[in-house]
């Protein structure tokens, strides 16, 4: 994968800053590729041939259930030297047709990169209508979504799937399995359901907030962002201050410089000075970071405090319940 497919997942977000939220996707200058599912996983699938994959009793993954769930298979991209595990791509198909989609649920709505000048949609406004559409194990007669006339497809990536689509479902990430699901909400397995660990989440501005706790203080206004999965927690640079001890770039322990439409600006890291909590799951000092040059920009821009990403669930099961009363869940072994 070229640097072109990393530009194009940097600009895609939709009321969100690219660089703000997709750190390390977004250094454009590194060298990227595409991760086959099959090859990195930690799991093998004895489907590794199938595109649509499912969940089945026996796998070594932890929570799943005897009936099989539908599931496709994602793909990583990575950012060299910053990790191989930037961003995931999931396969989708628009009107029969296939294409390889980012999955951000950082993202309002879902983006089709180019004009989407195709005699199979229908313009609605700034929008288009796209029938017969399958996604994650499921199909929708037609759904909406946002052309970015200034972003141009390539062979690896052709569109943003944003939160839209998945509000009213339920939707597991695999990460183990490098497989993704979209399900009706009651049809999670009990199993699953059972095993995971809950903790309220909520939609609103178009984002998906999680509760969580860091150094014994709730954080309500931290969202839950599949378009930033190499970082742990990216915060305002106060908050930061607060949660590391630490006063800046001067003694940060982690430091980068990433180039924004001709400015190069800083990113700087720590480890937290505790704890962070979801729900039961406890991580130690996982790495915090900021942008010191945009020091407010979650609570100013987002009304937020700051992001989650992927980097802490490499081991575990996502699961999404996008219905009336969101909830995060967590499927993970014995840490």
């Known amino acids: 994968m070229n640097e072109n497919t990393l530009g194009n997942l940097g600009r895609s977000r939709v009321n969100l800053r690219a660089l703000r939220l997709l750190i390390s996707v977004s250094l454009v200058f590194l060298q990227a590729s595409s991760v086959d599912a099959q090859q990195s996983s930690s799991v093998q699938?004895?489907?590794?041939?199938?595109?649509?994959?499912?969940?089945?009793?026996?796998?070594?993954?932890?929570?799943y259930s005897p009936r099989d769930l539908h599931c496709s298979s994602f793909k990583w991209v990575s950012a060299e030297g910053i990790s191989d595990k930037a961003a995931i791509l999931?396969?989708?198909?628009?009107?029969?047709?296939?294409?390889?989609?980012?999955?951000?649920?950082?993202?309002?709505v879902t983006i089709p990169y180019g004009a989407g000048k195709n005699p199979d949609w229908t313009p609605q406004g700034n929008a288009v209508r796209i029938p017969r559409v399958s996604f994650g194990g499921m199909s929708f007669p037609a759904i909406r979504a946002?052309?970015?006339?200034?972003?141009?497809?390539?062979?690896?990536v052709?569109?943003?799937?944003?939160?839209?689509?998945?509000?009213?479902h339920t939707a597991i990430l695999d990460f183990p399995n490098q497989r993704f699901c979209l399900i009706e909400s009651a049809n999670l397995p009990e199993d699953l359901r059972q095993r995971a660990d809950w903790t309220p989440a909520e939609t609103r501005h178009g984002k998906l907030f999680v509760e969580v706790e860091v150094?014994?203080?709730?954080?309500?206004?931290?969202?839950?962002?599949?378009?930033?999965?190499?970082?742990?927690?990216?915060?305002?640079?106060?908050l930061w201050k607060d949660l590391t001890g630490k006063n800046g770039s001067s003694d940060a322990t982690v430091?980068?410089?990433?180039?924004?439409?001709?400015?190069?600006?800083e990113i700087i890291g720590a480890p937290a000075s505790g704890q962070l909590k979801i729900g039961r799951q406890v991580f130690s000092h996982p790495?915090?970071?900021?942008f010191p040059a945009q020091p407010d920009s979650y609570s100013t821009d987002y009304k937020a405090q700051g992001l989650l990403g992927n980097a802490l669930f490499q081991d575990d099961i996502i699961i999404l319940d996008l219905s009336a009363h969101p909830m995060f869940g967590m499927v993970s072994p014995p840490r």
């Open 90 to 108: 999931v396969p989708i198909s628009l009107n029969g047709k296939d294409y390889h989609y980012q999955l951000d649920t950082g993202a309002d």
């Open 158 to 168: 052709q569109g943003t799937v944003g939160l839209d689509i998945l509000v009213g």
């Open 287 to 290: 790495l915090v970071t900021t």
């Open 215 to 238: 150094n014994d203080h709730k954080l309500d206004q931290i969202l839950y962002d599949t378009g930033s999965s190499s970082s742990a927690l990216d915060v305002d640079l106060a």
């Open 255 to 265: 430091h980068f410089r990433a180039p924004s439409w001709g400015k190069e600006l």
């Open 146 to 156: 946002y052309p970015k006339p200034d972003t141009e497809p390539n062979a690896d």
């Open 45 to 63: 699938n004895p489907h590794k041939a199938a595109p649509d994959q499912r969940m089945k009793a026996g796998s070594t993954a932890p929570g």
